[in-house]
Structure formats: C-alpha cells, structure tokens
C-alpha cells in the first residue's frame, strides 16, 4: 500500500473512530475500558508519555507529568501537546517516554507491525507500553461475524487476539506483564451493566469486547549506553507539528515476521 493511500485513508478512520466514541456504546466501552486500565496507570510515574487512540484520553488520571497525545493532520489535532505525523514514524527520540497507550490502533493502521516498533523504541527501559484491542472472540467479535457489521467502523478493521500480539511484543523485548478483558455485557446490549462488569473483572473472563496488554521494555545490557537527551529540545519546544525524527537503535531496526 502506498503512502499516499495511507495519509488519505487515515485520517477518515480517525474521523470513523471518533465518531463512534462518542456515541453511546463506545462512551460505555471507553468508560470499561479506562476503569481497567486506571489501577495500572495510576502506579506509573515518569516525565512522559504518548497515547495513540481514536477515542478520548484514557490516561488523564495517570501521574506522568507531560502526557502527549497523537493526530495524522494538524486538522485532527485536539490541543498543542498533539504530535502530528503517521503513526509508524514518530519524530521522537529513542527511549523517551516511561509509558506509551495504543488504543484500538493496530486495527485500522495499514502496517501495525511497523507501529509496534516505532512505540517499542520510543519506551525507555523499565517503561511500559498497553495495547488495548477488540477482543475476536467477545460479544462484539460475534456480532462481527454478521456482514451488515462488516462494512464499517470497527468491524471492518484486522482484529487480533491477545495471544498473537503477546508473540509481537515478545519480538520487540518487551515481557508482557498482564492480560486484562473489559466491556462485559450481553450480546445486544452495551457493557453498562455494572455489575457484570465487575464479575467479568473480578474473574478476568475472556468474555469481554475488548482486551489491555501490559507490558514491560527489558533493560538493555549495562555496556550499552544510550544518547541523553531532551525531549522539549527534540520537538523544538512544542509537540504540534512534525520534527526530525532522530535514529533508531539497533534492535528496533529488526521486522516483525509473524502475521
């Protein structure tokens, strides 16, 4: 796919993506999913972080002090702390951010096995990367399975399970923590229902619309050093817009071959 497909194609999926987010049963669905992912983000400290979503900031209650967000188009931006580029080439230095969230991304991008890579090397050591993701199994998955569903947002995108993306991380030095399941409810319904939410959490069933990975960057080897560097110097003060995109290590530079 060509790179002209993708700028143009992009931006229509955020609009896709936004416009279910704001609709009841993606309101409902961010809201299970920010209470799962809100126990781990709040343990977090650091300097900053980058969350890669279509949807509303999950991550305002975590206590990572510049917390950037991403948009394909100045258009799309939603405020000054927004880096505006393609998802597969942040121009972000290595090893920079303490957490990174790809929220129901690796779906609808052309190649998720390069954004994979580009939030793998922009986490520094220690730091963590969630990947949140509909499960093909869950309610929504089954509904999925009906053509009607098939030709739009979200249904229409590549879903993965848990496991094979366990597989992708593991490939990218990353040891994946914890595997939560989120947005409990019965087929036809939206996952309001609290008290099945909690019975699903409670039990951490594979029932659920959607999944949250939690893994960890491994340290690299103590001889090998990593450039210092700024990050408000890097993006020339101010995050909207694009800047130089600075080299890549080494292990980053490797391809994800599973599909």
Same mark, same amino acid.
């Given at each position: ?5 993708? #700028? ?9 993506? /936004? @416009? $279910? ?9 961010? &809201? ?13 400290? *650091? ?34 702390? #927004?880096?505006?580029?393609?998802? +597969?080439?942040?121009?972000?230095? +290595? ?25 793998? &090397? ?15 199994? *869950?309610?929504?998955?089954?509904? /999925?399975?009906?053509?009607?569903? @098939? ?21 990218? +030095? $990353?040891?994946?923590? @914890?595997?939560?399941?989120?947005? $409990? ?6 996952? @309001? ?7 699903? /959490?409670r039990h951490n069933l594979p029932l659920g619309d959607s999944f949250m990975i939690r893994a960890r960057r491994r340290a690299m080897p103590a001889q090998v050093q990593r450039p210092r560097f ?13 800047? #130089? ?8 530079? &490797? ?5």
């Open positions: 796919m060509s790179n002209s497909h993708k #700028t143009i194609s992009l931006p229509e999926r955020v609009r896709e993506g /936004r @416009r $279910f987010w704001a609709s009841k049963p993606g309101e409902a669905l961010w &809201r299970a999913e920010r209470a799962c992912l809100g126990p781990a983000c709040e343990a977090l400290h *650091g300097v900053h972080s980058l969350e890669l979503s279509l949807a509303p900031s999950l991550t305002d209650m975590c206590p990572v002090r510049h917390a950037l967000r991403w948009a394909p188009t100045r258009e799309l931006a939603e405020g000054p702390a #927004t880096l505006v580029c393609q998802p +597969d080439r942040l121009p972000l230095p +290595d090893a920079c951010l303490q957490l990174v969230v790809i929220h129901h991304l690796l779906e609808v991008v052309a190649d998720p096995h390069h954004l994979l890579q580009e939030a793998a &090397r922009v986490t520094a050591d220690g730091g963590r990367l969630v990947l949140i993701g509909w499960l093909p199994l *869950g309610p929504a998955g089954v509904a /999925r399975l009906w053509s009607r569903h @098939r030709r739009r947002w979200p249904w229409n995108g590549s879903w993965r399970g848990p496991g094979r993306l366990k597989d992708w991380l593991t490939f990218v +030095d $990353f040891e994946t923590e @914890r595997i939560d399941y989120c947005g $409990f409810h019965l087929p036809g319904a939206a996952p @309001r229902n609290a008290s099945l939410e909690a019975l699903g /959490r700024s990050l408000d110097a890097a993006l020339g003060g101010h995050s909207l817009g694009s800047a #130089t995109r600075l080299t890549r290590q080494s292990r980053s530079d &490797r391809k994800i071959e599973v599909d």
